[in-house]
């Protein structure tokens, strides 16, 4: 495995093989365009029309619909396609991906794809989480700035070669990405928490308030719209992503059933120190949030 | 009862009382000074350095403690203390208010205020919410456009005098108001799911994703920053206003869970199209909702 054990900071010029040409395949292969990396990018669309569609967006890149082609002296491949393909794609993409190569992946839910592809690759996947974009998509929407600051949560496990952990963190950290790192399973349980339950209780406030008279909603102020602004987001691919991760949301949504009820009971039993000793919990969680600092 | 009968069109100069120097009380008495009625506003304050603090905000209103002083010649009384001081304020005020005086209130919870104050008031009393401002409070914050577009949700019963009624229109109109009428019991259902069930599930939620790791939250983005908001506010007033509406507020709290229920179960079962049906179903009702189109 002669490139494990190199870095980006050697002499060689890297072949990079970017999979899926959507928003953060497409905004991969500009941002690293743009960085300091010397390296060449590959673009694999699983249609022709799909590579034709993307070639325009990607100038300077090789964007094709053959895989042979894509993975020709290939370095890195990074899966950008749907967690559901990314899962799936071991067994086919054995056949093309270098022998050396080291392969990593944008997919939002951890778990099932790493156990996944170390079935497929063993110590050279690595995974990744960026945590950029998703009220855009598409080709149309990429942009070599997406991903500048956004949090890239790499999840190696005992069975990663440190090498190729190397590699994926210099990647990530090229495309301009702030990494944390933690174990897959960390990662599905902390994102079921502060992404996918949030989702899953937006949706069911916005059902629950409407239940039997919508024309209430006309009475919502900006409470009710900002919590459940992202309910309107695409139902396709959220269905997929609280599937993916189902386990984990379940859990969530099993927490927030507990606190709903433990609110519920302070209320009908009339605690007014509960009551408030439960909202004000929250406040201090809320206000305290890094992000709102 | 002189002046039941008659409206703000008339020539008389009218004596408005306002109860409570709050936001909402003295956003009142300058919106009411700003509009073209033909009013002199006394205001009410519980405390004598109430009274002061707020006599510099309020200039051409009498300003006091005392309520003979107070409802001296009141031809409409508005109530804007808390929900709580509200309802328990009838048998006090009764000595005070002259006879023939209207009355009206401010208060975001509506069937027990009512119950309580048409028990001291008859048919003189006539509920009202405005549904303006909650962040920030107290007099500092009052200003005389605090209601401009505001809805206002007026509450008759069977029992309301019809002039009253005429009376109370006209001063939340006066005020900058948009104008809606349904009974008590409707107002508070409507207003559980709307404005104090979405504070319970943000509280709620907040607490589940933050559970047991809150170093978590560094990676929430803008969905949950968004859809958790409103649980930073103050817990106190909060607690009230739940309790005060504890009944329909459970009755929306169970409705949640059972909307949880179902998409967990529907998740477990890996049923991707009663997921996505869910997830859907929630999004046409969010992006079809009147305030956001």
Same mark, same amino acid.
């Given at each position: 495995m002669p490139l494990l054990g190199q870095d980006f900071s050697g002499s060689l010029r890297r072949r990079i093989t970017i999979l899926g040409p959507g928003l953060i395949g497409g905004s991969l292969a500009l941002a690293?365009? !743009?960085?300091? /990396?010397? =390296?060449?990018? @590959?673009?694999? *669309? !699983?249609?022709?029309?799909?590579?034709?569609? &993307? !070639?325009?967006?990607?100038?300077? =890149?090789? $964007?094709?619909?053959?895989?042979a082609e894509a993975f020709e002296n290939c370095d890195i491949a990074v899966l950008c396609m749907s967690p559901h393909a990314i899962e799936s794609s071991g067994p086919l993409l054995q056949e093309y991906i270098p022998t050396q190569a080291v392969i990593t992946d944008a997919g939002s839910v951890k778990e099932k794809i790493v156990q996944s592809l170390e079935a497929s690759f063993g110590n050279r996947f690595v995974g990744a989480h960026p945590m950029a974009g998703s009220d855009a998509s598409g080709i149309q929407a990429a942009r070599a700035g997406l991903f500048d600051g956004a949090i890239c949560i790499i999840t190696p496990t005992e069975n990663s070669h440190p090498s190729a952990l190397r590699l994926v963190r210099e990647l990530w950290s090229a495309a301009g990405c702030s990494l944390r790192e933690m174990n897959p399973a960390q990662h599905d349980r902390a994102i079921a928490r $502060?992404?996918? /339950?949030?989702? @899953?209780?937006? *949706? &069911? /406030? $916005?059902?629950?308030? @409407? =239940?039997?008279?919508? @024309?209430?909603?006309?009475? *919502?102020?900006s409470g009710y719209r900002d919590s459940t602004r992202i309910a309107g987001g695409p139902s396709k691919m959220w269905a997929e992503i609280l599937l993916d991760n189902r386990s984990e949301v379940g859990n969530g949504i099993r927490d927030l059933q507990n606190q709903l009820e433990m609110l519920k009971i302070a209320l009908e039993s009339g605690d007014r120190n509960a009551v408030e000793a439960f909202l004000a919990d929250a406040r201090e969680l809320r206000i305290n949030h890094p992000l709102t600092k």
């Open positions: 690293l365009q !743009r960085s300091s /990396l010397d =390296c060449d990018i @590959a673009v694999w *669309a !699983r249609r022709e029309e799909g590579a034709r569609e &993307a !070639r325009p967006f990607l100038e300077g =890149c090789l $964007v094709t619909d053959q895989l $502060v992404s996918h /339950l949030p989702h @899953a209780a937006a *949706a &069911a /406030l $916005v059902r629950s308030a @409407a =239940c039997d008279t919508p @024309a209430i909603l006309e009475l *919502a102020g």
